[in-house]
Nanobody, 123 residues
Framework: QVQLVESGGGLVQAGGSLRLSCTASGSIFSINAMGWYRQAPGKQRELVAG???????IYGDSVKGRFSVSSDNAKNTVYLQMNSLIPEDTAVYYC?????????????????WGQGNLVTVSS
């Protein structure tokens, strides 16, 4: 069974940086895309950034120019480099993977989520 394991969250002062990592574990054949969403208290979950297996990227408007998403396809890992953090970036960040094919039977999971990682930006 494929799992997404996140790391790298924590507390940082405004203006600082953090890097999140997410690795898909298991006998993975392919992943179509990976990315990050976040959910702040009282708000809906929103897209932060995503990257396809081919390297195309997408960003939420609020993070453009400050955050950068990258991946290592060989390691089934996606990264989120967060710079110039502001208190409004405080949220639980969730890793997401789309169309994950795994196992000898090539089972396909349409979508998988990580456990969530709290990022707190203090002013």
């Amino acid at each position: 069974q494929v799992q997404l394991v996140e790391s790298g969250g924590g507390l940082v002062q405004a203006g600082g940086s953090l890097r999140l990592s997410c690795t898909a574990s298991g006998s993975i054949f392919s992943i179509n895309a990976m990315g990050w969403y976040r959910q702040a208290p009282g708000k809906q979950r929103e897209l932060v950034a995503g990257i396809t297996s081919g390297g195309s990227t997408i960003y939420g408007d609020s993070v453009k120019g400050r955050f950068s998403v990258s991946s290592d396809n060989a390691k089934n890992t996606v990264y989120l480099q967060m710079n110039s953090l502001i208190p409004e970036d405080t949220a639980v960040y969730y890793c997401n993977a789309v169309r994950v094919v795994s196992g000898t039977d090539r089972h396909m999971d349409p979508e998988l989520w990580g456990q969530g990682n709290l990022v707190t930006v203090s002013s």
